[in-house]
């Protein structure tokens, strides 16, 4: 080598080395600097030895049990938003900076803690028993889960929606100029030339309230109905919501998430309970329930409420009584190995649980295995007499006779051409009291009573008075218009539990036939400690009857009201009704919302213009273009699409508030998103919201909203509870978002700005009248929820007046001024008491009263055969439903079984979804949590893997009819053969995962990790055989159908 | 396989050692190994050694420097070395670490310094640059006295042999790393230093030295020893991991045996050391710069292995952790940094320094 | 249960009584004197896993309370799903097993300390002093239950410190106080009549790793045997990615 060579690459090498070194090293040279300037290389932390935890929130000394408040921090009581649950919590924040520190539970809170403090326990008595003082708080623990504790960060996070915005661009575009808030509310109100496309129709001139929408279906209602505003709903805001859509506004068309959320089960639970206007629903008593089935619900993973019944579950099966099985395609974490002898996973064939449920009803039925001292007892009379604490309609007969005009009804005393009575008043009674109770009296039958039939002689008689009836009859009465063909409801239930065998029931939903039997055996082996638990499961095609049927087990082992059986819960103190303080019901003025519901829910087809027209015409009066709902209230899942395909009209305007059902509603997206992006097919979409979400990212407009902690609101509880609840929800700290004459601008200013602007009733001046008839304006939300406030407090016995001391340290000074400006003086301090324990709730003492639950479901009795749904017809099919339980398939709105339009041949496999137990459908916007579980691998069985070549982690696509998304598979045992499994949750493409332009301000690109995963939604089906657009929905309540959805896999 | 367990839900830990780590070990293995390769010409002084001797003490200074500056980038607080000395430490060897670091380094350099010394004094006289004043205050007058290189000698290997210890039984400690809690870990690492030692000197004769093919053909042959060595140590511990004398070994063994890609690597690293021991036995001359590179990559792999592909075994948990190289200083710009480290003091020390005590190009250049 | 389960729970039964009984037989290990803390109290918890529900209110509890950097925890449930192997024919079950430092009473993450940093307090408390620490993560490597981790934030060795800030004033941890299902308890065992000590004396528990000789004092109730040690199974799916299938970088 020449030495020049040499030298060249000496400094080459000594170059490069150097420059290497110095790149490489750059990172340690600034560590080094940087620790020897500042004394660390990374940040400085508070604590040497606790980093950046803050400062305890109090103390309390170990050998006094004396409490000292950490004076820079406060304590407030107030609700959680986390999921749908609204638990109340406690907020602990900096008092300088209003920077949240912690979010936990609410120690007076019976879904925070269990068993909740007694409500008159002093605030200061309150924090010590969450201490470890005496392991005090081991017991008082008073809890938020894991979201509860990690969505504070919504108040602070840089995707809130924080000044009203108006879409610059098409709509969906992601670009968004801030407005003034006076300019939105005159655009919304008068409308014109909004965006440049043409005019458009403002509030003002959509609220017309004389002429009819449609002449040629004047049961359509008013032109006014042509606004629907749309909510999720149950966050204690929902009253106003309604008092401005239905009673000032006087649109028909306000609907909640219901019908996407559980409705199947509800309905279903109002169709076994026998309450098909509130769909009452109830939860086992799971502190003393000796042996419970779970099927389509998952306590402890999802469920409602959550965290209670996480708790409750998890007490009950490690020190307290409860056995259990969980039924589910899914396991999850509702089951646990560690209680293995106290609780089993059994896998079930999605969307089959009317089979399940069926065969278990007719291996009751069989084997006597049911409570016949409950069932037998035909009123309440009856049933005093006999012990029980409900009685059923398992012994009234149904006319069954096909051409009796009342088929499918009960006999009734009168059909027998007995006299019939009305029952004598109790006392004095004014006419509301009088109204009461003859609607009473009719539902209960005793204005023309059930007719039964006496045990001994087998005598027809009314329900009504002392004595069993007799359980099992079909055979002929004789009327004065002759004989009539009659059957027992249990009767009827038995001879539709008879239509398939316990075989041919296994097989359908994959529970083994000797697994059904020993369930139903040990189900009834508990006496009334046994119930059923369903919900989100059911969320099928054909949920309606699956949750029917699944909730007719309850019935058979006569539960309801007993300690260990089922509770339909403890009950609220009314806020919003005319209460003992103030009417915020009423209002002079207010309109009566008229017409049909957009979803045609509520209305009997037989009795709409189309019918008749169709009638006189001659023709076939079914089907109807898309179904109509006889029993279901306003179905959110249809506002949509029924309006998209104008059937039976459409609308001008589409407020939402709160709800997002683009992603949390199987196949809506598909189905109506590129129409949502057309404002020639929906002129005028308003939003309300904190964030950006998959819906209002369509949105003309958005109105900011509080978050969380920052909201007024009242609400009770969903159930599963067994005390009087009212949860508060009040702004314990300053609202972020920009102000509107030195208020937060949110969705009740919105609500009141509006319908000042437009001069409607019920807001404004005079707005809210007290007890006494004296008027009070309604400018603020406070002029709202405080009144409710009062109305709670005052509800009952009248809660004591808050202290000075309490006062001071509940945080409730911040509204103080609030509460005194607004409220008469007397009210103000038992308002405050309340608002310091962020809500009123009955002492835990209160569930029971002996062997029975103290607030018993006593409002309607329980049904085995539901006359509503046996008399209501199917507007697709024109016939009957089924007023018993009854096995049916996955169908079409015109029953027609999804297999045959997808084959298994093609369609190998069913997809079905289950909660998230970390996350809500919206709560991946918080970091602290989604950094725990930020993805979902779809759950597939071992052997389906195997079969289509798919190993652990393979990115697979998953195809439906309605789509197809790709995934991680995520091959285990824990799903049912047959079946896949996508957690909900996940696979945002707004909130966050993607980056809006909101005037010259870009929202933070997440890097699209807000956006990981799939939403089963997205591949939710449209029903082919419906005109127009659609989704797929339960056949007999409009539903939807989230779940068994047929689908097929594929490595990719 | 079919798992009986399947986790569905856990948090991963990334490893607390970094790339760093693997470099401060791999460099401070072939240091201290380098100056066992230095004792046949200076302790024994056997000038057949000579050529080695000087290579080798090339490589234990260079490597050492370059070590203590990957070791500090391994701290996450690296300006609060002193808190090392500050709070000694006995029962920690870590911390005996620090202290020993320092002792071996001074008297590897004073070592290198007394055996450099005599041709320092003849550099300073025959160059004619700015560097001859320097030369000869680093000379220390003119009278070389060799004597004193021997005691030195004897002093920085027992110093060897006691960062030798230290870097074996600070990591052989950790019983909570089945890998790492092993006997065998020490001598592995002695082994895999002495074969990274061999290698870079058979480099170094390539690239800086002579290219002398008997200096290549004793290195190789000292590399089939070494080599030999370190499989003869690695059957040993997996004879004991699957006899199951050794509890660790087992469960380390138990712990990777699932994955494949934990093979791959044992794989690679097994035929890291048998293809180099292959040729070397084979045609010991003419392949220096091969077994050479391909016996520094041994010594690498291993230590990368150990500690990151060791790191990446949850302790409770299933599985590995995933670990993917970090591209800047934590990672790839790190480990690049050392070596350009590394080059950097190799081409300083070759070009201002009479390491091989022949005119360095200093000297050429004077006598120009 | 087959001979060999029952023979190898058996033996954690054994090792686990050892170690918790067996703190006098254990020659103590070299290291620094136990300083702070309440020389009277020995904190300790129980983890009643037939109470867990994996909510992970723990989780993120702690996460808030103590801040740390996003993707580092000082406690996790993690989550199994388990095949029965004694009867295969059954359906498998879920596991939920909270997971935190042990505040171990022979903790191996002490000793090895250069700088003493890390120390144990005279109720057990196991601490870091950030301060202190030169983040050589020497202990990281020590700690049998990847408990530790190095801070991105403060570069120095961080975990579950049993909310000693809270505990020290009589509260709670902020996993405990938030803990849904009841899981975690947690108080003196020194203390005859506290829960924690209630609850060991009356039930089968059992800790971590008893074979790594840590004297853990988290004591488990219900923990099966195959969870004891490190768990032999398939690991979770690491990566995460969109609905086209794209992989996402994590929080
Ligand atoms: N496949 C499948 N689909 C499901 C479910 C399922 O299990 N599987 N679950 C169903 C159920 S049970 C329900 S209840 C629905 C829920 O669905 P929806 O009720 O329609 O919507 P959410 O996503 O709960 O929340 C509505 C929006 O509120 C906004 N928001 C969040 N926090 C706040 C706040 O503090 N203040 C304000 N003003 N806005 C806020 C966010 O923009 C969020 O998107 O989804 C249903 N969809
Ligand atoms: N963690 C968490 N908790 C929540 C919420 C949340 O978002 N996250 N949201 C709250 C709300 S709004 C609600 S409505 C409740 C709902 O609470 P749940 O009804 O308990 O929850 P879901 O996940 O909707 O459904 C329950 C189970 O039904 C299973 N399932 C799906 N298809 C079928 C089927 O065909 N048959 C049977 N038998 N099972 C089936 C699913 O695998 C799932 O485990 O949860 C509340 N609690
Ligand atoms: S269950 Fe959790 S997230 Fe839902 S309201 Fe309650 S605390 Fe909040
Ligand atoms: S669990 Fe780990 S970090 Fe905690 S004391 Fe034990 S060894 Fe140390
Ligand atoms: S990381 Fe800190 S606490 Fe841990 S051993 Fe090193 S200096 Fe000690
Ligand atoms: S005790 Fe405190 S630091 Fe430890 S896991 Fe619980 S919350 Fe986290
Ligand atoms: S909070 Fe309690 S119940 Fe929930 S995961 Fe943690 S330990 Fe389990
Ligand atoms: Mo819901």
């Known amino acids: 080598m020449t030495t020049t060579r040499r030298k060249f690459i000496q400094g080459a090498a000594a170059v490069g080395g150097g420059a290497a070194f110095a790149v490489g090293y750059t990172h340690t040279g600034e560590a080094l600097v940087k620790g020897l300037l500042k004394g660390t290389s990374g940040k400085q932390t508070h604590s040497t030895l606790y980093g950046n935890a803050p400062e305890p929130e109090f103390s309390v000394d170990p050998a006094s049990g004396e409490l000292t408040l950490n004076p820079k921090q406060q304590v407030a009581?107030?609700?959680?938003?986390?999921?749908?649950?609204?638990?109340?919590?406690?907020?602990?924040?900096?008092?300088?900076?209003?920077?949240?520190?912690?979010?936990?539970?609410?120690?007076?809170?019976?879904?925070?803690?269990?068993?909740?403090?007694?409500?008159?326990?002093?605030?200061?008595e309150a924090l010590v028993s969450l201490s470890g003082y005496q392991g005090k708080g081991l017991a008082g623990r008073a809890t938020a889960c894991g979201r509860g504790a990690a969505v504070q960060q919504e108040v602070t996070s840089p995707y809130r929606v924080l000044s009203p915005l108006k879409r610059v661009g098409p709509r969906g575009s992601g670009q968004w100029e801030p407005i003034a808030f006076e300019q939105l509310i005159k655009e919304v109100v008068e409308g014109g030339d909004l965006f440049g496309e043409g005019a458009v129709e403002g509030l003002r001139a959509i609220r017309d309230l004389k002429t009819p929408l449609d002449p040629d279906n004047p049961e359509y209602g008013p032109k006014a109905n042509r606004l629907a505003v749309i909510e999720a709903g149950g966050a204690g805001r929902s009253d106003f919501v309604k008092r401005f859509t239905f009673n000032s506004f006087g649109t028909r068309n306000y609907a909640s998430h219901g019908s996407y959320c559980g409705f199947a089960m509800r309905a279903g639970s109002g169709a076994a309970m026998g309450d098909l206007k509130k769909y009452a629903h109830g939860k086992p008593d799971f502190s003393r329930c000796e042996f419970a089935i779970f099927i389509g619900s998952a306590p402890g993973n999802a469920g409602k409420p959550f965290k209670r019944q996480g708790r409750l579950l998890a007490t009950a099966r490690s020190t307290g009584e409860l056995d259990y099985v969980v039924i589910d395609p899914a396991i999850n974490n509702a089951s646990s190995m560690a209680a293995a002898d106290r609780n089993r996973w059994i896998p079930i064939t999605p969307g089959t649980d009317s089979a399940f449920a069926m065969a278990m009803i007719r291996w009751i039925l069989d084997n006597e295995r049911y409570d016949a001292n409950f069932l037998a007892q035909p009123g309440p009379q009856a049933a005093q007499a006999a012990g029980e604490a409900q009685w059923s309609n398992a012994t009234h007969l149904v006319i069954v006779d096909e051409n009796h005009p009342r088929k499918g009804h009960f006999l009734r005393a009168s059909d027998l051409g007995w006299p019939v009575t009305e029952a004598p008043a109790v006392g004095k009674e004014s006419p509301a009291q009088a109204k009461a109770r003859k609607a009473k009296e009719?539902?209960?039958?005793?204005?023309?009573?059930?007719?039964?039939?006496?045990?001994?002689?087998?005598?027809?008689?009314?329900?009504?008075?002392?004595?069993?009836?007799?359980?099992?009859?079909?055979?002929?009465?004789?009327?004065?218009?002759?004989?009539?063909?009659?059957?027992?409801?249990?009767?009827?239930?038995?001879?539709?539990?008879?239509?398939?065998?316990?075989?041919?029931?296994?097989?359908?939903?994959?529970?083994?036939?000797?697994?059904?039997?020993?369930?139903?055996?040990?189900?009834?082996?508990?006496?009334?400690?046994?119930?059923?638990?369903?919900?989100?499961?059911?969320?099928?095609?054909?949920?309606?009857?699956?949750?029917?049927?699944?909730?007719?087990?309850?019935?058979?082992?006569?539960?309801?009201?007993?300690?260990?059986?089922?509770?339909?819960?403890?009950?609220?103190?009314?806020?919003?009704?005319?209460?003992?303080?103030?009417?915020?019901?009423?209002?002079?003025?207010?309109?009566?919302?008229?017409?049909?519901?957009?979803?045609?829910?509520?209305?009997?087809?037989?009795?709409?213009?189309?019918?008749?027209?169709?009638?006189?015409?001659?023709?076939?009066?079914?089907?109807?273009?898309?179904?109509?709902?006889?029993?279901?209230?306003?179905?959110?899942?249809?506002?949509?699409?029924?309006?998209f395909n104008g059937y039976p009209y459409s609308l001008q305007a589409l407020i939402s508030f709160r709800t997002n059902p683009l992603y949390a509603q199987a196949g809506l997206r598909g189905a109506?998103?590129?129409?949502?992006?057309?404002?020639?097919?929906?002129?005028?979409?308003?939003?309300?919201?904190?964030?950006?979400?998959?819906?209002?990212?369509?949105?003309?407009?958005?109105?900011?909203?509080?978050?969380?902690?920052?909201?007024?609101?009242?609400?009770?509880?969903?159930?599963?509870?067994?005390?009087?609840?009212?949860?508060?929800?009040?702004?314990?700290?300053?609202?972020?978002?920009?102000?509107?004459?030195?208020?937060?601008?949110?969705?009740?200013?919105?609500?009141?700005?509006?319908?000042?602007?437009?001069?409607?009733?019920?807001?404004?001046?005079?707005?809210?009248?007290?007890?006494?008839?004296?008027?009070?304006?309604?400018?603020?939300?406070?002029?709202?929820?405080?009144?409710?406030?009062?109305?709670?407090?005052?509800?009952?016995?009248?809660?004591?007046?808050?202290d000075d001391d309490e006062l001071a340290i509940s945080g409730v000074g911040r509204i103080m001024g609030d509460i005194s400006k607004t409220l008469k003086p007397e009210e103000t301090r038992k308002v405050a008491y309340v608002y310091a324990r962020g809500g009123r709730f009955e002492d835990a003492s209160r569930a029971y009263t002996g062997k029975r639950l103290t607030h018993a479901y006593k409002k309607h009795h329980l049904n085995i055969y539901n006359e509503k749904v046996g008399t209501s017809r199917s507007s697709v099919t024109g016939k009957r439903f089924t007023g018993t339980p009854t096995y049916v398939p996955q169908v079409f709105a015109d029953g027609t079984p999804l297999e045959e339009a997808y084959p298994k041949s093609q369609w190998p496999l069913l997809l079905v979804s289950y909660k998230s137990n970390l996350q809500s459908s919206y709560s991946i916007i918080n970091p602290r949590l989604t950094q725990v579980h930020g993805y979902n691998p779809v759950g597939i069985n071992t052997q389906d893997a195997q079969k289509f070549g798919i190993k652990p982690g393979d990115l697979i696509r998953v195809t439906t009819p309605g789509g197809s998304v790709v995934a991680t598979a995520l091959v285990r045992e824990g799903i049912a053969p047959g079946a896949v499994a996508m957690e909900y949750g996940f696979g945002h493409t707004e909130l966050g995962a993607r980056a809006h332009q909101i005037g010259d301000r870009r929202q933070p690109d997440s890097g699209g990790i807000l956006g990981a995963g799939v939403n089963i939604n997205d591949v939710g089906l449209a029903d082919p055989k419906r005109e127009g657009v659609s989704t797929l929905g339960d056949w007999v309540v409009g539903s939807a159908a989230r779940t068994a959805l047929p689908a097929k896999v594929e490595k990719i | 396989m079919s798992p009986h367990i399947i986790e569905t839900l856990n948090i991963t830990r990334e490893p607390a050692w970094l790339p760093w780590a693997v470099q401060y070990f791999f460099l401070i293995g072939i240091s201290l190994s380098a100056v066992f390769m230095t004792l046949p010409a200076f302790l024994m002084d056997k000038p057949k050694y000579e050529k080695i001797g000087r290579l080798a003490l090339l490589t234990a200074v260079s490597c050492g420097l370059a070590a203590v500056v990957a070791l500090l980038a391994d701290l996450h607080q690296p300006a609060r070395f002193w808190h090392f000395y500050a709070h000694f430490t006995p029962w920690s060897w870590m911390s005996w670490g620090s202290l020993l670091l320092p002792v071996f380094l001074t008297l590897l350099l004073v070592y290198a310094w007394l055996v450099y010394r005599a041709d320092l004094g003849r550099l300073a006289d025959r160059t004619q640059s700015v560097l001859s004043p320097v030369y000869r205050r680093l000379a220390?007058?003119?009278?070389?006295?060799?004597?004193?290189?021997?005691?030195?000698?004897?002093?920085?290997?027992?110093?060897?042999?006691?960062?030798?210890?230290?870097?074996?039984?600070?990591?052989?400690?950790?019983?909570?790393?089945?890998?790492?809690?092993?006997?065998?870990?020490?001598?592995?690492?002695?082994?895999?230093?002495?074969?990274?030692?061999?290698?870079?000197?058979?480099?170094?004769?390539?690239?800086?030295?002579?290219?002398?093919?008997?200096v290549e053909r004793t290195l190789n042959r000292f590399l089939l020893i070494a080599l030999g060595l370190l499989m003869l140590n690695g059957a040993l511990w997996l004879a004991s991991a699957l006899t199951g004398l050794s509890d660790p070994a087992r469960r380390a063994l138990a712990a990777m045996s699932g994955n494949t890609e934990w093979w791959t690597v044992a794989a690679w690293a097994g035929l890291s050391a048998i293809v180099p021991f292959v040729i070397a036995w084979l045609k010991p001359q003419g392949t220096g710069l091969i077994t050479g590179l391909i016996a520094i990559h041994s010594a690498w792999m291993f230590r990368w292995t150990v500690f990151i592909n060791g790191q990446m075994l949850p302790k409770t948990g299933s599985g590995l952790y995933p670990y993917h190289l970090p591209t800047g200083a934590e990672g790839l710009l790190g480990i690049l940094g050392t070596f350009g480290l590394w080059v950097l003091i190799i081409v300083l020390l070759s070009v201002l320094l009479p390491w091989n005590g022949r005119p360095g190009p200093a000297e050429h250049a004077a006598r120009r | 249960m087959t001979q060999s389960r029952r023979e190898f729970l058996k033996n954690i039964g054994k090792l686990t009584a050892g170690a918790v009984t067996g703190v006098a037989a254990m020659p103590a290990s070299a290291g620094p004197e136990r300083h702070g803390g309440d020389p009277a109290k020995r904190w300790a918890m129980v983890l009643d896993l037939r109470k867990c529900i994996g909510c992970q209110a723990c989780t993120v509890s702690c996460s808030m309370e103590n801040q740390p950097p996003l993707g580092q925890f000082r406690t996790i449930v993690s989550q199994y799903e388990v095949e029965n192997v004694d009867q295969p024919h059954k359906p498998v079950e879920v596991f939920m097993l909270p997971r935190l430092c042990n505040h171990c009473d022979n903790p191996p993450c002490i000793p090895v300390c250069p700088v003493q940093a890390t120390y144990q307090q005279e109720d057990g408390v196991v601490l870091i002093d950030n301060e202190r620490c030169v983040g050589c993560g020497y202990c990281v490597q020590a700690c049998p239950y990847d408990a530790r981790f190095i801070n991105k934030e403060t570069n120095t060795a961080d975990k579950c410190t049993f909310c000693y800030h809270r505990v020290s004033v009589g509260l709670l941890p902020a996993c405990v106080e938030s803990c849904v299902g009841g899981a975690r308890i947690f108080g003196d065992l020194r203390?005859?009549?506290?829960?924690?000590?209630?609850?060991?004396?009356?039930?089968?528990?059992?800790?971590?790793?008893?074979?790594?000789?840590?004297?853990?004092?988290?004591?488990y109730i219900g923990l099966d045997g195959r969870f004891v040690s490190k768990v032999q199974g398939r690991p979770p799916l690491w990566e995460i990615r969109d609905a086209e299938g794209e992989e996402l970088e994590a929080l």
């Open chain 1, 672 to 802: 109506v998103e590129d129409k949502l992006k057309d404002p020639k097919a929906l002129p005028l979409f308003v939003a309300i919201d904190g964030f950006i979400n998959e819906t209002n990212a369509y949105a003309d407009y958005i109105v900011p909203d509080s978050v969380m902690y920052e909201t007024w609101g009242w609400i009770g509880i969903w159930s599963g509870y067994l005390t009087k609840a009212s949860t508060a929800r009040w702004p314990v700290l300053e609202p972020a978002q920009d102000k509107y004459q030195g208020e937060p601008i949110n969705a009740e200013l919105f609500f009141i700005e509006v319908a000042k602007k437009m001069g409607l009733p019920g807001f404004g001046d005079h707005a809210i009248a007290d007890s006494e008839g004296h008027s009070y304006p309604l400018h603020r939300p406070q002029d709202y929820y405080l009144r409710a406030a009062a109305n709670v407090a005052y509800a009952g016995t009248p809660v004591a007046d808050i």
């Open chain 1, 442 to 643: 009719a539902q209960e039958g005793t204005l023309d009573p059930f007719v039964v039939l006496a045990t001994t002689g087998g005598k027809p008689r009314p329900h009504t008075g002392p004595g069993a009836a007799t359980l099992f009859f079909e055979g002929a009465l004789d009327t004065p218009n002759g004989p009539l063909a009659v059957k027992t409801s249990l009767q009827l239930l038995k001879d539709e539990a008879h239509r398939h065998s316990l075989e041919d029931y296994a097989e359908i939903c994959g529970i083994p036939q000797r697994t059904i039997e020993q369930l139903a055996r040990k189900f009834t082996s508990h006496g009334k400690k046994a119930a059923v638990d369903t919900h989100g499961g059911t969320m099928a095609s054909n949920g309606f009857y699956n949750a029917f049927a699944i909730l007719t087990l309850n019935n058979l082992v006569g539960n309801y009201n007993w300690k260990g059986g089922m509770s339909a819960g403890g009950g609220q103190f009314p806020a919003f009704g005319p209460g003992p303080r103030y009417n915020l019901k009423k209002f002079k003025g207010m309109v009566k919302p008229k017409g049909v519901f957009l979803s045609r829910s509520r209305f009997p087809y037989e009795k709409t213009s189309e019918f008749k027209r169709r009638k006189a015409a001659g023709e076939n009066p079914y089907p109807t273009k898309a179904p109509w709902y006889p029993f279901s209230p306003p179905l959110l899942t249809e506002f949509l699409t029924s309006h």
């Open chain 1, 77 to 124: 009581l107030t609700m959680c938003l986390g999921c749908n649950t609204m638990c109340g919590v406690r907020v602990r924040y900096e008092k300088d900076s209003e920077r949240i520190l912690r979010v936990a539970g609410n120690p007076y809170h019976p879904l925070s803690a269990d068993p909740h403090i007694p409500y008159a326990t002093p605030l200061k």
């Open chain 2, 140 to 214: 220390l007058g003119n009278r070389p006295e060799r004597w004193l290189v021997r005691p030195l000698a004897v002093l920085v290997t027992l110093a060897a042999l006691a960062i030798a210890l230290y870097t074996g039984m600070e990591v052989m400690v950790v019983k909570a790393r089945p890998l790492w809690h092993t006997p065998f870990l020490p001598s592995m690492y002695l082994f895999t230093g002495l074969v990274g030692a061999t290698g870079v000197c058979l480099l170094l004769n390539r690239l800086i030295g002579d290219a002398d093919p008997g």
């Open chain 3, 191 to 219: 203390d005859p009549q506290s829960e924690v000590s209630r609850l060991i004396d009356t039930h089968d528990t059992k800790v971590l790793r008893p074979e790594m000789g840590t004297q853990p004092h988290n004591f």
